[in-house]
C-alpha cells in the first residue's frame, strides 16, 4: 500500500531551489585574511611552528571528501578522512581559501572534524570562494618532528555562496523498523543529531524503508 504524507520541507533533492543567498568572506567584505589554528592537547604546544619549514615528500592520500566537492555554506563541519601511514603520529589538515583565509588542525590521525566555531568561520570565509584541501604528516620522536614528512596531492572543495536550507531524510538500516527501532531519520542541515522522522510505530506497523520525496519537499510516500 503507497501511502502520502504532506509536510512543509525541502527535500534533498531540491536543497538548491530551497536555498538562500549569503555574502562571502575574505575579500569579499570581512577584512584581512586571517588563520585559525588547533592543536590537539596531545601535542607539543608549538607543534605548527615545527611543521613550518619540514620537507615533505608525496605519500599521503585524502579519501575524503572527493576532490571538486561542492557544499553550501551553512552544512555542518566535515570529517577530514585519510589514509593513516605507520611510522607518522603526528597529522596536520590544511584548509587554504583562495582568498588568503586558513585553517589548520593538527591531531595525532589522519582525519579532523572541525569544531563548529573554526567552521562557521571558515565557511563564512570561503563562502564563493575554493578551498585547498590537503593533509600531511610527520614522525614524532622526543616532542621534535623529524622530517622528512608526507604530503597528499591538494585537491579542491569548493564553498557555495547559497545555504542549503531544508533536511535530508534516510532510512536507519539498523534493528526492526516495524517494532519501531529501524526509521526514517531527519537530519536537518547543519546538525549533526537526526531526529525520528516516522517508523512502524507511528505508520500502522507499516514499513517504510521504501519510500521517496517530491521534488519540491512537500510530500514523502511510502509502499507498506
Known amino acids: 500500500m503507497r501511502v502520502a504524507w504532506r509536510f512543509a520541507i525541502c527535500s534533498v533533492v531540491s536543497l538548491v531551489a530551497c536555498g538562500s543567498s549569503t555574502h562571502g568572506g575574505g575579500a569579499d567584505g570581512n577584512g584581512p585574511p586571517e588563520v585559525h589554528t588547533f592543536v590537539d592537547p596531545s601535542l ?3 607543534i605548527a611552528d615545527q611543521f613550518d619549514g619540514l620537507p615533505l615528500d608525496p605519500g ?5 571528501p572527493n576532490p571538486g566537492a561542492i557544499i553550501p555554506n551553512d552544512i555542518g ?4 578522512q585519510g589514509i593513516a601511514v605507520a611510522g607518522l603520529e ?3 589538515v590544511r584548509f587554504l581559501v583562495d582568498d588568503g583565509n586558513e585553517l589548520r588542525g593538527y591531531v595525532p590521525q589522519a582525519s579532523w572534524l572541525p569544531d563548529d566555531t573554526d567552521w562557521t568561520w571558515l565557511t563564512g570565509r570561503a563562502a564563493g570562494h575554493t578551498i585547498s584541501l ?3 604528516g610527520a614522525h614524532l620522536a622526543g616532542g621534535q618532528l ?5 604530503t597528499s596531492a591538494s585537491q579542491p572543495l569548493i564553498v557555495s555562496r547559497d545555504a542549503a536550507t531544508g533536511a535530508l531524510f534516510y532510512f536507519a538500516t539498523t534493528g526492526d523498523q516495524i517494532s519501531g527501532n529501524g526509521a526514517l531519520q531527519r ?3 547543519g546538525s549533526r543529531q537526526p531526529d525520528v522522522f516516522m517508523n512502524g510505530a507511528t505508520a500502522g506497523s507499516q514499513c517504510v524503508g521504501c519510500h521517496a520525496i517530491s521534488r519540491d519537499g512537500a510530500r514523502l510516500s511510502f509502499v507498506g
Open 187 to 189: 537530519l536537518e542541515l
Open 60 to 64: 599521503l592520500s585524502l579519501v575524503y
Open 146 to 150: 623529524v622530517g622528512p614528512g608526507q
Open 44 to 46: 607539543p604546544a608549538n
Open 90 to 92: 603526528v597529522y596536520r
Open 134 to 136: 590537503s593533509l600531511a
Open 77 to 80: 563541519s566535515i570529517d577530514v
